[in-house]
């Protein structure tokens, strides 16, 4: 289970939804991106007001073809880093590293990309991707080494039964 940040403050919420409300009004042709960012404040608004800790299903799951090669599967929206780093360390030749398998709720980033920012791993109530997805929440950004542990059991696993 992959962490997500607090919700913001009910106060943040509020002042993000009342600037997107305002900007709807005043367009003369309804754009959807702003209404749909709307219901989704609207929806974190409620979260923040219970301020309940939630947490992202995270699953890797792999097989392997005798010692040469191996497919991973992670859920989710995984950042491309994950691949590069699943090749460095994997003790099979070849690797293949498939994302959004078994679902997709969230973009999964590296921990630098936290730092960064931008849509994938921006904070809300700033509109960005964490807040199209059903959870409206940014994960935290310590998942890297999570998911980092996860893969070195899968290989070792996987390895050790050979």
């Not at 219901?39 to 007001?49: F, H, Q, V, W």
């Not at 040469?68 to 691949?83: D, L, N, P, R, S």
């Not at 994302?99 to 931008?118: H, M, Q, V, W």
């Not at 080494?145 to 893969?151: D, N, R, S, Y």
Request: hydrophobic share 35%; with cysteine.
């Amino acid at each position: 289970h992959l962490p997500f940040q607090k919700p913001p403050c009910p106060k943040a919420c509020k002042k993000a939804l009342k600037t997107w409300e305002e900007e709807y009004k005043a367009q003369k042709e309804k754009n959807w991106y702003t209404h749909n960012t709307i219901l989704a404040l609207r929806e974190l608004l409620k979260m923040a007001r219970k301020g309940e800790k939630k947490c992202l299903k995270f699953r890797i799951q792999a097989f392997a073809f005798g010692d040469v090669f191996c497919v991973i599967g992670m859920t989710h929206e995984i950042f491309a880093e994950y691949q590069l780093w699943a090749n460095k360390i994997s003790p099979f030749k070849y690797n293949m590293v498939f994302g959004y398998t078994n679902g997709c709720e969230s973009y999964i980033p590296c921990k630098r990309d936290f730092a960064l920012g931008g849509y994938e791993a921006g904070s809300v109530p700033t509109p960005c991707a964490p807040l199209a997805y059903r959870n409206r929440l940014t994960l935290e950004s310590g998942i890297e080494k999570q998911i980092k542990t996860g893969l070195r059991k899968v290989f070792s696993t996987l390895y050790r039964g050979l």
